[in-house]
């Protein structure tokens, strides 16, 4: 490793995350609900948050609702689209549907409301911007688990890019991983992971190796860590490591840990080339990362990952639609296809679409993994798991 | 809103930044922007009927506090300075839409570094 910012602390008990959490997250004792839930200091903060968590919701049931859904495809087919496939690319789809004034004020909205989120955690945390550093530095080097931070790291300008219209992106804002943490914790989930409920069900359900060994854990493109400590819940005495591009994401990952008295190292490392000997994991997690790289860092990370892992070793992957995915495909309809527009530009997720259009399955297999695309599913909307195993 | 400069090591670095803030849906930018704003004051709407909502609370329990009071107060020099700022920052957060560039976002993402900035600054929100 290139520079270790802060050693290994001392370690501590993890709560226990009962086994029922596995089947309903909802059912999370009320001591975890209380350690895991977030709160800006300030009421005003706390509330644009909920504003923005209403109107989000508001605004997707409006939109999802049968008669909405019926009047869009009316609309459509007297313009000449009806339902079904369409040879329109994706932009042509979207730019169909932006004729239609409604859906064109419900672009706004969305993408108004979402500002507005991101805008309101930024400055909470802009506003006070000694303090949360401060708050930093004192567990930069304290445990327990470690911190890396590696200001020489060559990122990649692929993941320089401000994703999901979030100002700086995961590398460019000291407070970046604050921001994503309680802006899409207290607004964007909608209720279902108020206290980390998404990933405890991430760890809780992932797959484990045939012969039941787990002793070391990587969560790829980590973020906030939020899966990372679930994962040293599950599996107390394994070593557990998180690993993200963006320094501030893996500094705030540590805090939060460190806060959390949850024994985890996070590394600031490329998932592409990282600083892990060759078949050292049982496990290799990734929650919506790859949609986020570039064809070309796909192929290297799932390479890397394949070496990481020992014979033997799961890899949980879980992500946007892809093609080669028997139920994950990418829609050909009209709406769908203005659907994954909208994600790719004004969700501003540059590489969406690459991912979608990639046979991703293959990639894995033709890395050697042995895939299973029907994992357990996952979160309130059960998508299916990919866990891509190697062979022993 | 509150500016706060620090010397302190952010560990940010350079980024690309995006034009999805660019973005025009309906035509008009100044439509797109009058929408953005109107979100904005539902927002503070929202928080000052909450803080209202734990304020009623407080009072009618606790304090035992005049409604007329409330209504005839009027803020010391020390308060104006205090509540101008309050002002200001709240005018920001709800109308900085109506002053932001706007561009043609209507085709693929620029992919090269045209956009590398530098790391953001700590308490250097815009």
Redesign the interface.
Known sequence: MNRVVALRGESAASPEVPAEVRIDPSRLPAELKARHAVRFPGLDANSHQDFARGFKAWLAADWQKPEALAQRERALAMRGFPPGETPLDYASAFKVLMEDPVYAARMRLQWSIHDLMWDRAMRAFHGDADAYLRAMEATDHSGPGSLTLRPDLEIPNYARHEIHRQPGGFVGDPFAGWVYHYALSLAHYGGHNDHDEVFFHIAQSHPVPADNVVARILDIGCGPGQSTTAFKQRFPRAEVWGLDVGGPMVRYAHHRAVKLGIDVHFTQDLAEATPFPDAHFDIVNDYIVFHETNLDAMRKIVKEVYRILRPGGVFGHLDAFTAGHPTRRPPNDLQGKAMLWNIYRNNYEPFYLDYSELDFPSVLREAGFQVDLDGPPVLWNGRPRTVATKPV | ??Q?S?E???????????D??K?V???NPHV?NL??AL??L??EN??LQ??LL?IEKFLATRCGIEPAEIESYLPNEEEQVIWARKRDDFID?VFA?LTRETAD?????D?T?AA??P???????R
């Not at chain 2, 790391?119 to 250097?124: D, E, K, L």
């Open positions: 809103m509150t706060t620090s302190r090591p952010t560990h940010a670095a350079e980024y690309l930044k995006g999805w803030d973005s849906f309906l035509g797109d929408m953005t979100l904005g539902g927002a929202w928080a909450r803080r734990v957060r839409s976002t209507s085709g693929p993402i992919l570094d590398l900035q790391p953001r600054p700590a308490g250097g929100r």
